[in-house]
Each structure stands twice: as structure tokens, then as C-alpha cells.
T-cell receptor
Framework: AQSVTQLDSHVSVSEGTPVLLRCNYS??????LFWYVQHPNKGLQLLLK??????LVKGINGFEAEFKKSETSFHLTKPSAHMSDAAEYFC????????????FGTGTRLLVSP | DSGVTQTPKHLITATGQRVTLRCSPR?????VYWYQQSLDQGLQFLIQ???????AKGNILERFSAQQFPDLHSELNLSSLELGDSALYFC??????????????FGPGTRLTVL
């Protein structure tokens, strides 16, 4: 069975500094991986997805993630944090067994200070 | 705005009661998924429908049921409610099923509070 582990429950950065949110995955075969963001009292929005086309994936709002099979990692990065990036981020793996079930990590809350 | 709508936005009810949550998928999407987000369990997949038929079940309690109607909207029915059912319930939709990289578009959620 697939699973994801988000290594940090909270990450605090200052505005303008880099962001790194860590995610490791476990999968018996080549997975599809996603990062979703949830702003307070809002639904989930897709930031980016990895589907085996390219290991470096660019998403919306300046975020990107690199798929590293040897490390079973899919870390999310952004060069410079904005106040509006403060939110909960979920690393997600898709279980493809004839249907698409998303398995969510426990989430990382990103705090951005001025 | 994802194009997925959910009603109601908030629901407050008492233990033992029954409620129905409604979801309208994006235009053209045939697959509907239900998820539960709680402090205890995080975000969990409940059930999936594709073009009116149940396709997959996750951690859905027997007290919960769902259906997808011919117009593709879906309803999640929660009965004999318990305090622990208090959570945010999300609906998501995607174009089709069977392909792992299909993006799922999430609605804004229904916040259920059981008193």
C-alpha cells in the first residue's frame, strides 16, 4: 500500500526566505504524487503533480518539487516565501488500482512571519 | 473556484440525527469522491462514484452511505450521528477514473458539528 510521510508538522520562515516542506513516500510501484494546499477555511487546491514525465515539477505560485526515486522523496520548495503562502500543505500519493484513491500525508503548517 | 460546489457550508446537529451533504461536480466530470477531514484522523478517503456507480470504498462507516444521481451530483448520508463524526467533509471530482494522475478538484467542504 502507498503512503506518504510529511516530516514536519510545522515550518516557520520569514518573508523572502526559502521554503522547504519535506515529504517521503512509500509505494510498490511508480507513484503519482501531488502537493495540495489548504488555506484557512478553504478547500484544497492542487499546487503541482508528478506523473513520471519529468522529475522536477513546477507548480503554481512559484512552488516546485523534485521527485527523487533513490531517496523516495518529493520535497516542495519555493525560493522566496510570501505572507500569502501561510497555509497547510499536504503531500499526496495516488493509489492506482483501477480507481484513483488519494492518500494524504498528515500535513505541514507553513507559518510566514514579516 | 474549483467548480465543485457543496451544500450546506455548515451543519450543526445533535447526536443520533441523520444529515445529507450534497455535492455538484465540475461540468463534465464523471467521478466524485468523498473525503473526511478531522483532527484525529486527518484527511481520509471515504468513497468514490463513477458515472452513477460505486467504484471504491475507503474508511467509510456503515452508518454512512452515498449515491450519485443521473445528473452526476452526489449525496453523502450520515446517520446515527456521534460526536466523533464532527469533521470537514470534502467532495472532489475528476474527469474520469482509472488513471492515477487525474487531478481531483475539491469543493469548499461542509463543516459538520455534532452536539
Amino acid at each position: 500500500a502507498q503512503s506518504v510521510t510529511q516530516l514536519d508538522s510545522h515550518v516557520s520562515v520569514s518573508e523572502g526566505t526559502p521554503v522547504l516542506l519535506r515529504c517521503n513516500y512509500s509505494s510498490s510501484y511508480s507513484p503519482s504524487l501531488f502537493w495540495y494546499v489548504q488555506h484557512p477555511n478553504k478547500g484544497l487546491q492542487l499546487l503541482l503533480k508528478y506523473t513520471s514525465a519529468a522529475t522536477l515539477v513546477k507548480g503554481i505560485n512559484g512552488f516546485e518539487a523534485e521527485f527523487k526515486k533513490s531517496e523516495t522523496s518529493f520535497h516542495l520548495t519555493k525560493p522566496s516565501a510570501h505572507m500569502s503562502d501561510a497555509a497547510e500543505y499536504f503531500c499526496v500519493v495516488s493509489q492506482d488500482t483501477g480507481f484513483q484513491k488519494l492518500v494524504f500525508g498528515t500535513g505541514t503548517r507553513l507559518l510566514v512571519s514579516p | 473556484d474549483s467548480g465543485v460546489t457543496q451544500t450546506p457550508k455548515h451543519l450543526i446537529t445533535a447526536t443520533g440525527q441523520r444529515v445529507t451533504l450534497r455535492c455538484s461536480p465540475r461540468s463534465g466530470d464523471l467521478s466524485v469522491y468523498w473525503y473526511q477531514q478531522s483532527l484525529d484522523q486527518g484527511l481520509q478517503f471515504l468513497i468514490q462514484y463513477y458515472n452513477g456507480e460505486e467504484r471504491a470504498k475507503g474508511n467509510i462507516l456503515e452508518r454512512f452511505s452515498a449515491q450519485q444521481f443521473p445528473d452526476l451530483h452526489s449525496e453523502l448520508n450520515l446517520s446515527s450521528l456521534e460526536l466523533g463524526d464532527s469533521a470537514l467533509y470534502f467532495c472532489a471530482s475528476s474527469v474520469r477514473t482509472g488513471t492515477s494522475y487525474n487531478e481531483q478538484f475539491f469543493g469548499p467542504g461542509t463543516r459538520l458539528t455534532v452536539l
